[in-house]
């Protein structure tokens, strides 16, 4: 702080030669919404817990309590850090104002590094202070939707029961996301931890056959409907009937739940060839895996890299391990013989007019017909939920309407996640969250409070140019010919690297006590508080010089 001092006197010294300019205006502190929050589907504080443990020294504190900290920040909003840390496509670092200057925050790999902290250490959730409530509630599905409305009750001290088709909880994130992306001891170590928090678990219990949505509004105030979108959808060509024609989701289930999966070929001696059909990130687990179970792969696409939904990494991922991806091209027919499907006749494909989806649709090229042989074939374009027996108003198609998160015409009914649309994890957790804060409010009988968010910060309010330059910290990558079916491709960062990505937050339109405005007053306006609270404005001592706001590097400072 002494060379503060001395620099501070250096720029009162400059300041009073060249004369301040006056203005009417006065600094006021104005938070804003980080870039990164604001990208987030489900608004995580990533400035938050970012910044505690950047300054961890500042405040005297270890860097285990800085981790311990900033796990509790993420996990009042998401309990699944270390999946997201993992799985997540983090929109948070496309916008991250830092991509400007020296690369993105590594956001997600210091979620990764915070999620396996606490597991290594053993922290446990905590359910908010307050009497244990007396409505029950019931949750329908224990994929990432389900177990974070479940949490989110579980902590605000309702009683929750979860009712889980397959035989054991995590939804995609066990029977789609492959274990080389997703260990399942982190899986697990994520989900116990919620159920620790006595959210009682019913596997096999699949409602709408063993148990009846109507049953369980007799029996629980309040239902939510996490029940994914678990039936892929067919290709609706001929041929597909054949017995090795597998749709994406049907595929992964049955790897992911143990099962045997041949993917060659009935006759000996033929290497296994599998044709994936789709660009998400169901086509690329599909082919990833297939590769692991030993076949030549090739994906068809019919639009191009740059229209393909999957995650970007993923498909880089998929090339790196010798996956074809014949881009333009699409199936229009599945070739058998004896009732075994042995190829596809496809089809080459050109670019036309963005379609519904305000993408390029793709026009089939005239006389471009081919055909490649396989001896396995996977239809991943696309999945629906299974809604039979279920009862839900649904107008006659698979997805179910939701107002706010709640089923309209179903009093109690709430819903989330890919049963009403195809999304993300941190989508299904986020609308998991919403509704369990819809089902306090509606069992309170109190109106939904939803924050309003104040104004967003882009680059052009940040001083890219104040902050010391500082390479991204990478995560590294166990190489192409060392990866196996079930160890984690994606390594995780040390500790140190750690502590010096969380560094690279620039804090972007809020206070990081980085004393620019107190240096930079001349008439000595900023009084320090206690840390955390950061300054006092003396306004009375202002000329409206107006060097704060313009010297603030966060944008933290507006003038009023
Ligand atoms: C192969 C694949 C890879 C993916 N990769 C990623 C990724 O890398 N990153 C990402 O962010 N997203 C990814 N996604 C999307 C993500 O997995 C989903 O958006 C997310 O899992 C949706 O959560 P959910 O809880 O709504 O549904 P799900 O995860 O599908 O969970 C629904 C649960 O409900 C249960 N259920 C269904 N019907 C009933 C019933 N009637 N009774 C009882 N239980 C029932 C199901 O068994 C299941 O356990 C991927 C999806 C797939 C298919």
């Known amino acids: ?192 931890r919620i159920l620790r928090l006595g959210v009682a678990l019913k ?58 999966v041949g993917v060659g070929g009935k006759v000996p001696g033929v290497r296994a060839k599998v044709l994936v059909i789709g660009g998400g990130d169901t086509a690329i687990d599909s082919a990833r895996v297939s590769r692991r179970l030993g076949a030549d792969v090739t994906i068809l696409y019919r639009r191009t890299r740059s229209e393909m939904p999957a995650i970007k990494p993923e498909v880089d991922g998929a ?70 027996g279920l009862n839900l108003a649904h107008n006659g198609g698979p997805w179910i309407p939701t107002e706010g998160a709640q089923v309209p015409g179903m009093e109690g009914v709430f819903a989330g996640g890919d049963g009403v649309e195809l999304g993300l994890v941190t989508i299904a957790i986020a609308q998991g969250r919403f509704a369990a804060e819809a089902i306090d409010a509606w069992i309170q009988g109190e109106p939904l409070a939803r924050p309003v968010s104040p104004p967003s910060i882009g680059p052009e309010r940040v001083k890219l140019g104040w902050y010391k330059p500082a390479d991204r910290q990478e995560r590294q990558h166990v190489p192409p010919a060392e990866r196996s079916a079930d160890t984690e491709i994606q390594l995780g960062l040390a500790e140190p690297e750690a502590l010096a990505e969380a560094q690279r937050c620039m804090s972007c339109g809020m206070c990081m006590d980085c004393e620019t405005c107190w240096m930079y007053c001349t008439n000595n306006c900023f009084a320090k508080l206690p840390k955390g609270e950061h300054y006092k404005v003396k306004l009375e001592l202002c000329n409206g010089c107006k060097k704060c706001a313009d010297a603030c590097p966060c944008g933290f400072i507006e003038l009023n």
């Open 319 to 388: 090339l790196e391990e010798g996956v074809d991806i014949q881009y333009l091209s699409a199936p229009l027919e599945i070739l058998r013989k004896d009732g075994i499907a042995v190829g596809v006749r496809s089809i080459r494909m050109d670019l036309g007019p963005p379609d519904a989806s305000g993408r390029p649709r793709p026009v089939p090229r005239p006389r471009s017909e081919f055909e490649l042989e396989a001896t396995t074939i996977i239809a991943a374009i696309s999945q629906e939920p299974r809604i039979n």
């Open 1 to 192: 702080m002494p060379l503060f001092k001395e620099v501070k006197k250096l720029v009162i010294k400059a300041t009073a030669t060249a004369g301040g300019e006056i203005s009417p205006l006065r600094p006021v502190y104005v938070p804003k919404t980080p870039p990164c929050a604001g990208a987030c589907p489900s608004g995580a504080d990533i400035r938050g817990w970012l910044t505690v443990i950047a300054q961890a020294e500042a405040y005297g504190r270890t860097s285990e309590e800085a981790f311990r900290i900033a796990w509790e920040k993420i996990t009042e909003r998401n309990p699944f850090p270390a999946v997201c840390g993992r799985v997540c496509p983090h929109l948070c670092e496309d916008a991250c104002n830092r991509r400007l200057k020296d690369g993105a925050v590594a956001i997600n790999a210091l979620e990764q590094f915070i999620g396996d902290f606490a597991l290594a250490q053993g922290l446990e959730l905590n359910r908010l202070p307050g009497e244990r409530k007396a409505e029950s509630i019931a949750v329908i599905g224990a994929g990432p939707a389900g177990l974070s409305c479940a949490y989110q009750l579980a902590r605000r001290n309702y009683p929750v029961t979860i009712f889980e088709g397959f035989s054991q909880p995590g939804g995609m994130l066990r029977y789609g996301i492959p274990k080389y992306r997703l260990p399942r001891e982190v899986l697990d170590g994520e989900i116990q």
């Open 203 to 260: 596997c096999n219990a699949l409602v709408g056959s063993n148990i009846s949505l109507e049953q369980l509004r007799r029996d629980y105030k309040a239902i939510f409907v996490g029940i994914g979108a678990h039936s892929g959808i067919r290709l609706r060509i001929p041929g597909e009937d054949a017995p090795n024609v597998f749709t994406g989701t049907e595929f992964l289930n049955r790897v992911n739940s143990g099962h045997e």
